[in-house]
């Protein structure tokens, strides 16, 4: 299969998973704070940035992003900038690091922090929400989100690039 056809197909299966993690219970961790969850919604797109490059993560992003606007209360911005950067970023870290292991945790690290900053720094910036009431949201979301893609991403890296070669 062409290269361009596989990192076609990976944006849509990680996209499909995306989907179905953004609109069941799946893709939300209960936590005790006015967000209520946090999310691992956002792996696939780091999975699909590290393995398929920036544009399959952007692509990922981008999916997701469609895929959870309702959760945004119309802040569109909040929605998509952060979602388009978040497989870009784990990419460009996973390149940076000269594509290792720690590479793959290191970039894993970078996209979660992009989704959560980005999410939560442009719901303050555009007036949806204050800072008081989101870092408590960025303190226990924030690290736990970590936690999980640092601990989850390269175990699925390195099975999925034994799968599909690019």
């Known amino acids: 299969m062409e290269r361009r056809t596989k990192k076609f197909v990976l944006a849509g299966v990680l996209g499909a998973i995306s989907v179905v993690l953004s609109l069941t219970p799946l893709g939300l961790i209960p936590v005790p704070n006015l967000a209520s969850y946090a999310t691992t919604m956002h792996i696939p797109a780091i999975i699909g940035g590290i393995i398929g490059g920036p544009e399959v ?3 990922v992003g981008l999916i997701l992003a469609f895929s959870t606007l309702h959760l945004f209360a119309g802040n569109v911005l909040a929605c998509f900038l952060p979602r388009l950067l978040i497989g870009v970023v784990a990419y460009y870290i996973w390149k940076w690091s000269g594509k290792k292991d720690w590479g793959i945790v290191l970039g894993s690290l970078g996209g979660t922090f992009t989704n959560t900053i980005g999410v939560l720094g442009l719901m ?3 007036g ?3 800072w008081a009431q989101v870092l408590p949201i960025f303190v226990l979301n ?3 989100e970590l936690i999980i893609s640092g601990i989850i ?3 699925l890296v390195r099975v999925i690039r034994r799968v599909v070669k690019f």
């Open 124 to 126: 303050v910036v555009t």
């Open 142 to 144: 924030g690290v736990l």
């Open 128 to 130: 949806f929400f204050t």
């Open 153 to 155: 991403v390269l175990p």
């Open 57 to 59: 993560g952007a692509l």
